[in-house]
């Protein structure tokens, strides 16, 4: 694998504590408020890759609010989300509270060494390894040979929506003693998904809110081989997914014309915040049906005048000229934008 400079969202863990420099992420709009002023209500916040149109999550039965969830419930919801993902019998799957969780513990599932994680990219998984005294190498690709024992790739990637071939993810996997493989934003291209045949070693975490929008449900999925699912398991604990989550997502899951509908609205959409963004100069620079990427003039003037419309994006602490992009989920929401582009 190439090589890049080590991530400079982490200090080097050499002779001591690590110190990790505090990380930037999307769906921060407190701190625009504290900086351009109005309240939530009044901002429309295009700074995360989350579904703005949801999923209707409809009737929740109030004791989901009240007991702790059973063994039955938690089954139809892992039996709910092997169909969605196309996950076989033979391979193993858990559910957390969020994708997030899961990043933060694969670390574990293995002894700490060298890890490389495809980069730029979301940058909770090197921060993850870090914790875990792991070190951390930024790799600009994947490629064949490396030293490293470990390999992140989040595919398609965040932000650029990079997307690599199941064969040369499958090489790699023959390289490392694990293989992390995070596919938040695989909904809208199932094809990109390798949860129906995981290389060994590898462990695919899945993201419920993104595609469906509910992303404060907090719910996500690991899927691999028996013995690390089964580890991420026992390292979540008993009753890891809220009642109201396990409640709601097998419905979700199972709805197979909403996903549909959802996929060719997002699609739709994201061709059309593409044409907004080249009327106004801008480049594509990558993206999923989720979210767009651009490439700006100058990346905090183009931030800063969206913010003057109280409309809120994200940009990137390496890069001076991308600007990160969600979908308007209302058609006042797009004029409003497009008013501010001009």
Not at 63 to 85: K, Q
Not at 194 to 207: C, F, T, Y
Not at 237 to 242: H, Q, R, T, Y
Not at 321 to 337: D, I, M, N, S
Request: net charge neutral.
């Amino acid at each position: 694998m190439k090589r890049m400079r080590p991530m400079d969202t982490l200090s080097s863990l050499d002779g001591g504590e690590e110190r990790p420099k505090p990380r930037d992420h999307g769906g921060d709009l407190d701190r625009a408020i504290a900086k351009f002023g109005g309240a939530a209500e009044t901002w429309i916040d295009l700074s995360t890759g989350i579904n703005p149109v949801p999923y209707p999550i409809g009737a929740i039965p109030s004791d989901c609010w009240t007991r702790l969830p059973d063994a039955a419930a938690m089954s139809e919801l892992l039996r709910a989300a092997r169909e969605a993902y196309g996950v076989p019998a033979s391979v193993s799957i858990v559910a957390a509270p969020g994708a997030q969780a899961l990043i933060q513990l694969t670390p574990r599932l293995r002894a700490p060494g060298a890890v490389a994680i495809v980069s730029p990219t979301y940058n909770e998984h090197s921060a993850a390894f870090a914790v875990e005294r792991w070190r951390v190498e930024a790799v600009s690709e994947l490629g064949q040979g490396g030293d490293c024992d470990a390999a992140v790739i989040v595919n398609p990637n965040n932000p650029d929506g990079r997307l690599w071939p199941h064969e040369a993810i499958n090489e790699v996997a023959q390289q490392v003693g694990l293989l992390v493989i995070d596919e938040s934003f695989a909904d809208p291209m199932p094809g990109a998904s390798m949860a129906a045949d995981p290389p060994p070693g590898a462990v695919i975490l899945r993201s419920f809110g993104k595609f469906y929008g509910l992303a404060g449900l907090r719910l996500g999925f690991a899927i691999g081989r028996e013995l690390d699912v089964s580890r991420l398991s026992s390292m979540l604990g008993p009753w890891a997914v809220s009642g109201p989550a396990i409640a709601i997502a097998p419905r979700a899951l199972s709805a197979k014309d909403w996903a549909a509908a959802a996929i060719q609205r997002l699609d739709r959409d994201a061709a059309r915040l593409d044409a907004m963004a080249v009327r106004n100069g801008w480049r594509l620079a990558g993206g999923t049906a989720l979210f767009r990427t651009y490439e700006t003039r100058n990346a905090i003037e183009a931030q800063e005048t969206l913010a003057a419309h109280q409309i809120w994006s994200r940009i990137f602490p390496y890069s001076q000229t991308w600007l990160r992009l969600g979908l308007p989920g209302q058609e006042a929401h797009w004029a409003r934008l497009e008013r501010a582009l001009t």
